[in-house]
């Protein structure tokens, strides 16, 4: 293997890490689990990859700056009011919850596996943190009910960067009280915070404001961000010894809680950057494991790891939700859902490297501990939480809503109808306008694209299963069909088409060509917009057993386009021109009505024995 070049390993690691998240994101796993595997097996199992080899002394300040980039990425999401607007039980897991795992865990590990008082508090502080990277795959294959699913997906966004920065205040800490008296400790320490909280808020709001008065071109704005971090981060440590994390974390943090910037298209540059730096990272860190830790850590590992899963966890539940309306098993279910991520493992490997170099005894064992714990939280909880939740009766039936990308008057008039049929719906635009239009008629919207990874971590889809495409957008609405191709599965998504996409559907056998024909074949976005301006209105009609769906067309004719079907159970079937639908009485139609036939005197009720049309119920009429 002497052979290979650096060069080469290098790139070979890149591949690996993206055939890892892609392995991953086709079989819906978290993306920590073939990561871990793939640096298990090039490194100490086939030793394939020796990192320390590679990269030499590049690789502590390789890991010190991909760890910088990652804490920035992820404070840059921790907006304080998301805190406040997810609820007071998510508020108290991610302060007084937060810091009973660390208590419990702390004490726990210096008892029993017998590390100092410093190196326990520092790792009860690293796995404290959950983390999205694993919370969203686990709950879109346990499917809780929307409850407790909300809990757990916003728990695992805002602890993510509050846990990392209270990992790094520890570790400033320990490094301070470093064979120092205690008064010497604490000036350490407060000249850290100082430098940290005080460098940091300075550099975010020089950047705020050049990026607000556009100082820089739209081009430069991402790749100045970085740089500009990264400098800070150095300028931070020359200050003041190793307080570069902390710096950058407050950084993002203060920047996030700005009004005065726009931050979409950093966040997605950083997004980027780090899922592809976490996989890289993460492969090069579990390849410098050395497989007899795991063994060396023992029976007093596994009554560690006990600990964490059924004291730890359970005892920051019912602290947390102590007078919160919260039965016992919602709890119970929130007890057994915790497992950590890779900013955990990434985050313990750079501190445990820094302590090693420093002579700090017992830090070689620092990064297998949170491997384990990582490992037993991940595998064990993702193999056993959808049974718990079907034991506990908190799984959510198959989800039958709809998430409906295109927020334009139709779109608005059909979400509303199906509101009122007590169909869930979530409504999807990059279109701000007409988001807000639908935001006021109180319709729960998202403004972005649905197929971004924010949408991925931050939308509740809990009771949505389905996709319309109702958009003009001709190049997202490829690319979000197919980003819910594979999240819904096959006959779940639906999209207009006109005549061309329909006749290239019969000639191709892909993916997106066969979600085309929705409401019917040749049915494209111009002409519902063209109906509605022509005054369409959409309609429900009751079907009984003296007026059928052949009535139904009879009577409206080609002046109604049918829409959805629900049946007398209160599942909506839609129109498309891939499936026929057999209404029958006790089912609701839901239609587009030309004016003229909206405006004709409804048929009167006939007996029975006459064979007439029986329009029965009431019609609802939505603009």
Same mark, same amino acid.
């Given at each position: 293997?002497?052979?290979?070049?650096?060069?080469?390993?290098?790139?070979?690691?890149?591949?690996?890490?993206?055939?890892?998240?892609?392995?991953?994101?086709?079989?819906?796993?978290?993306?920590?689990?073939?990561?871990?595997?793939?640096?298990?097996?090039?490194?100490?199992?086939?030793?394939?990859?020796?990192?320390?080899?590679?990269?030499?002394?590049?690789?502590?300040?390789?890991? @010190?700056?991909?760890?910088?980039?990652?804490?920035?990425?992820?404070?840059?999401?921790?907006?304080?009011?998301?805190?406040?607007?997810?609820?007071?039980?998510?508020?108290?897991?991610?302060?007084?919850?937060?810091?009973?795992?660390?208590?419990?865990?702390?004490?726990?590990?210096?008892?029993?596996?017998?590390?100092?008082?410093?190196?326990?508090?520092?790792?009860?502080?690293?796995?404290?943190?959950?983390?999205?990277?694993?919370?969203?795959?686990?709950?879109?294959?346990?499917?809780?009910?929307?409850?407790?699913?909300?809990? *757990?997906?916003?728990?695992?966004?805002?602890?993510?960067?509050?846990?990392?920065?209270?990992?790094? $205040?520890?570790?400033?800490?320990?490094?301070?009280?470093?064979?120092?008296?205690?008064?010497?400790?604490?000036?350490?320490?407060?000249?850290?915070?100082?430098?940290?909280?005080?460098?940091?808020?300075?550099?975010?709001?020089?950047?705020?404001?050049?990026?607000?008065?556009?100082?820089?071109?739209?081009?430069?704005?991402?790749?100045?961000?970085?740089?500009?971090?990264?400098?800070?981060?150095?300028?931070?440590?020359?200050?003041?010894?190793?307080?570069?994390?902390?710096?950058?974390?407050?950084?993002?943090?203060?920047? +996030?809680?700005?009004?005065?910037?726009?931050?979409?298209?950093?966040?997605?540059?950083?997004?980027?950057?780090?899922?592809? *730096?976490?996989?890289?990272?993460?492969?090069?860190?579990?390849?410098?494991?050395?497989?007899?830790?795991?063994?060396?850590?023992?029976?007093?590992?596994?009554?560690?790891?006990?600990?964490?899963?059924?004291? %730890?966890?359970?005892?920051?539940?019912?602290?947390?939700?102590?007078?919160?309306?919260?039965?016992?098993?919602?709890?119970?279910?929130?007890?057994?859902?915790?497992?950590?991520?890779?900013?955990?493992?990434?985050?313990? %490997?750079?501190?445990?490297?820094?302590?090693?170099?420093?002579?700090?005894?017992?830090?070689?064992?620092?990064?297998?501990?949170?491997?384990?714990?990582?490992?037993?939280?991940?595998?064990?909880?993702?193999?056993?939480?959808?049974?718990?939740?079907?034991?506990?009766?908190?799984?959510?039936?198959?989800?039958?809503?709809?998430?409906?990308?295109?927020?334009?008057?139709? +779109?608005?008039?059909?979400?509303?109808? *199906?509101?009122?049929?007590?169909?869930?719906?979530?409504?999807?635009?990059?279109?701000?306008?007409?988001? @807000?239009?639908?935001?006021?008629?109180?319709?729960?919207?998202?403004?972005?694209?649905?197929? @971004?990874?924010? +949408?991925?971590?931050?939308?509740?889809?809990?009771?949505?299963?389905? *996709?319309?495409?109702?958009?003009?957008?001709?190049?997202?609405?490829?690319?979000?069909?197919?980003?819910?191709?594979?999240?819904?599965?096959?006959?779940?998504?639906?999209?207009?088409?006109?005549?061309?996409?329909?006749?290239?559907?019969?000639?191709?056998?892909?993916?997106?060509?066969?979600?085309?024909?929705?409401?019917?074949?040749?049915?494209?976005? @111009?002409? $519902?917009?063209?109906?509605?301006?022509?005054? +369409?209105?959409?309609?429900?009609?009751?079907?009984?057993?003296?007026?059928?769906?052949?009535?139904?067309?009879?009577?409206?004719?080609?002046?109604?386009?049918?829409?959805?079907?629900?049946?007398?159970?209160?599942?909506?079937?839609?129109?498309?021109?891939?499936?026929?639908?057999?209404?029958?009485?006790?089912?609701?139609?839901?239609?587009?009505?030309?004016?003229?036939?909206?405006?004709?005197?409804?048929?009167?009720?006939?007996?029975?024995?006459?064979?007439?049309?029986?329009? %029965?119920?009431?019609?609802?009429?939505?603009?």
């Amino acid at each position: 293997m002497e052979s290979i070049s650096a060069l080469s390993l290098l790139a070979s690691i890149g591949v690996l890490s993206l055939l890892c998240q892609w392995f991953a994101w086709r079989i819906r796993i978290p993306a920590i689990l073939p990561l871990l595997v793939c640096g298990l097996l090039v490194g100490p199992v086939f030793h394939l990859l020796d990192p320390d080899a590679l990269f030499g002394d590049l690789l502590f300040p390789m890991v @010190s700056l991909a760890v910088a980039i990652i804490l920035f990425e992820g404070s840059l999401t921790l907006e304080f009011k998301q805190i406040q607007g997810h609820g007071a039980m998510v508020r108290n897991l991610v302060s007084v919850g937060m810091l009973a795992t660390f208590a419990i865990i702390g004490v726990f590990t210096h008892f029993i596996m017998g590390l100092s008082w410093e190196l326990s508090a520092l790792f009860g502080a690293l796995v404290v943190v959950t983390g999205p990277t694993v919370i969203v795959p686990m709950l879109r294959s346990i499917r809780p009910t929307a409850k407790v699913a909300n809990i *757990l997906r916003w728990e695992g966004i805002i602890i993510d960067p509050i846990g990392a920065l209270l990992a790094v $205040l520890v570790y400033e800490f320990i490094i301070s009280s470093r064979d120092t008296a205690m008064i010497h400790a604490m000036q350490a320490f407060g000249v850290t915070l100082f430098v940290g909280f005080g460098l940091g808020w300075a550099a975010a709001k020089i950047l705020i404001e050049t990026l607000n008065r556009n100082w820089l071109p739209h081009y430069l704005q991402n790749p100045a961000t970085l740089t500009f971090m990264l400098g800070i981060y150095a300028v931070s440590n020359f200050l003041q010894h190793e307080s570069g994390l902390l710096t950058v974390t407050v950084m993002g943090m203060v920047m +996030a809680n700005s009004r005065k910037v726009d931050l979409e298209g950093i966040l997605e540059f950083k997004e980027s950057l780090s899922v592809l *730096l976490i996989s890289a990272l993460f492969i090069i860190l579990a390849a410098r494991l050395d497989l007899s830790h795991f063994v060396t850590l023992g029976m007093p590992m596994v009554f560690l790891l006990l600990i964490i899963l059924f004291i %730890a966890r359970p005892l920051s539940v019912l602290i947390s939700a102590y007078k919160l309306d919260l039965n016992w098993k919602e709890k119970a279910l929130l007890s057994w859902i915790a497992p950590r991520g890779i900013v955990a493992a990434a985050v313990s %490997a750079l501190f445990a490297l820094k302590l090693e170099t420093a002579g700090w005894q017992g830090a070689d064992i620092l990064v297998p501990m949170v491997f384990m714990v990582i490992i037993t939280t991940v595998v064990l909880q993702s193999l056993t939480a959808k049974f718990v939740a079907g034991a506990l009766g908190l799984q959510e039936p198959a989800a039958q809503g709809f998430l409906i990308f295109g927020a334009n008057d139709t +779109a608005r008039a059909i979400a509303k109808i *199906l509101t009122e049929q007590n169909v869930k719906i979530r409504i999807a635009d990059t279109n701000w306008e007409n988001l @807000s239009q639908a935001r006021m008629e109180g319709l729960p919207v998202y403004f972005g694209n649905p197929a @971004s990874e924010h +949408a991925t971590n931050h939308v509740d889809l809990s009771g949505i299963g389905r *996709l319309l495409i109702l958009s003009p957008y001709k190049q997202l609405n490829p690319l979000v069909s197919m980003h819910f191709l594979d999240w819904f599965g096959k006959d779940k998504v639906f999209g207009l088409g006109n005549e061309n996409d329909l006749r290239a559907s019969h000639q191709s056998s892909g993916s997106y060509t066969e979600t085309l024909g929705l409401f019917g074949e040749g049915i494209s976005y @111009s002409k $519902l917009a063209s109906l509605r301006a022509k005054k +369409a209105l959409v309609k429900k009609t009751q079907l009984t057993d003296n007026f059928s769906f052949e009535h139904y067309l009879e009577q409206y004719g080609t002046r109604s386009l049918p829409l959805f079907a629900i049946d007398d159970t209160g599942y909506c079937h839609v129109f498309s021109a891939q499936k026929t639908l057999s209404p029958k009485a006790g089912w609701t139609i839901i239609g587009l009505i030309s004016p003229e036939v909206s405006a004709e005197k409804p048929l009167e009720k006939q007996p029975d024995t006459q064979g007439k049309l029986d329009p %029965a119920g009431p019609n609802t009429i939505l603009p």
